[in-house]
Structures are given as structure tokens and as C-alpha cells.
């Protein structure tokens, strides 16, 4: 496997390549994320890739990354548009299991995370509290919560909504959704998303 070394002299398409490699074939420990426009770059729809910084900034604060990267998109950082600021592709409907990982990479735009929202229909466990980042987080559970959607808040009251694209989803389908939820100019509604996985 690279070092880390090795692979921050790579050129940019081969670091990419091998950040990749590391992902599919290792658990992710120790690491920091970040979605800034430096490391990820814009995707062609102007829609951030949240990617793995090999080591910190001098000046970033440790923290503890996902034990997996989650098959997250988000919208640039910019004033929100549309009903979801991106999309993300749980493995699982245990809800408990699938948040830590998740909040590790958002704790990244939103800092220190208090609280989520979630349809209770759409998960089979889900728990009143979870402890992410150090801390504990309230899972708020709401019949009336948007469909397949999930809210997360941080302490400053920072929020993103998010498109949860159902865990057994299609690939091609989960994809298309992922990149559709995540453009920036992008108003569609949940329903609209979710169509883009039963194409």
C-alpha cells in the first residue's frame, strides 16, 4: 500500500486513484475529512465530493474520522437551494449504527453536531441518543418528518437536510439520485430525487 508520502507526490488523478484503493480495501481510522474546494475539487454539476485528507493541516484540529466513508454528496457551501442539501446512501436502515460515521464527515461543514431528525417509519432500530464526536447527539424521531429525509443540526444551529436514498437502492439509481440532490442550482423535490432510482 502507498504511504502517505508516496501518494501526496502523486499526480492528481493517481492520488485520487489511491485515496480510492486505501478506501475500498482498509477501515479508515485517525483521518481528517474535509469537502474544501482544494481537496475535492468541483465535480463537473459544481457539487463537492467529500474526500479523505491523507494528514492533517497544521492548523486543523484532530478529529476522529469515519470508521467508513459514507456515500455522501452535498451542495457547495453557498445559500440553500431546493428541499435537500444533498443526498446520502446509508448501508443499513439501523440508524444508530449508520449515524457515526456519518456526523464524523459533517461535523466537518457543520461543527459539533446536537441533534437529528429522522422519519421514524424508515428505520428499524432507531435509539433516542448516540454518543458521535465525543458526544452525545438526540435523535428526534417524527411520524411527520419528510419523507426519506433526514435533518441534521449542529450546535450553532447550522442544519443540513439531507435525501436519504433507501439502503437497498440500485447502484445506478442510488448514483444518479446522489448527483442530482447534491447540484448546486438544484430545486427538485424529494419525490423528483427519489424517481431518479426507479429509472
Not at 436502515?93 to 464527515?105: G, N, R
Request: charged share 25%; glycine share 6%; with cysteine.
Amino acid at each position: 500500500m502507498n504511504s502517505p508520502t508516496a501518494v501526496a507526490s502523486l499526480p492528481e488523478r493517481q492520488r485520487r486513484l489511491a485515496i480510492s484503493s486505501v478506501l475500498r480495501h482498509t477501515t479508515v481510522q485517525g483521518c481528517v475529512v474535509d469537502d474544501s474546494q482544494h481537496l475535492a475539487g468541483l465535480g463537473q454539476d459544481r457539487s463537492v465530493a467529500m474526500t479523505l485528507q491523507l494528514s492533517p493541516p497544521a492548523e486543523a484540529p484532530q478529529r476522529s474520522g469515519p470508521e467508513h466513508t459514507p456515500r455522501l454528496r452535498l451542495k457547495p457551501k453557498a445559500p440553500r437551494s431546493g428541499h435537500v442539501d444533498g443526498a446520502w446512501w446509508p448501508r443499513t436502515d439501523d440508524l444508530s449504527a449508520e449515524l457515526p460515521d456519518l456526523l464524523a464527515v459533517l461535523s466537518v461543514r457543520l461543527g459539533p453536531v446536537d441533534r437529528v431528525l429522522f422519519n421514524v417509519d424508515e428505520w428499524s432500530k432507531p435509539s433516542r441518543k448516540i454518543v458521535a464526536g465525543g458526544r452525545a447527539v438526540r435523535l428526534d424521531g417524527y411520524q411527520r418528518q419528510p419523507v426519506r429525509t433526514l435533518e441534521v443540526i449542529g450546535l450553532n444551529r447550522t442544519r443540513i437536510a439531507l435525501l436519504v436514498i433507501p439502503p437497498n437502492s440500485e447502484p445506478d439509481g442510488a448514483h444518479d439520485a446522489l448527483m442530482a440532490a447534491a447540484t448546486a442550482s438544484d430545486a427538485s423535490t424529494v419525490a423528483a430525487l427519489l424517481a431518479h432510482i426507479d429509472r
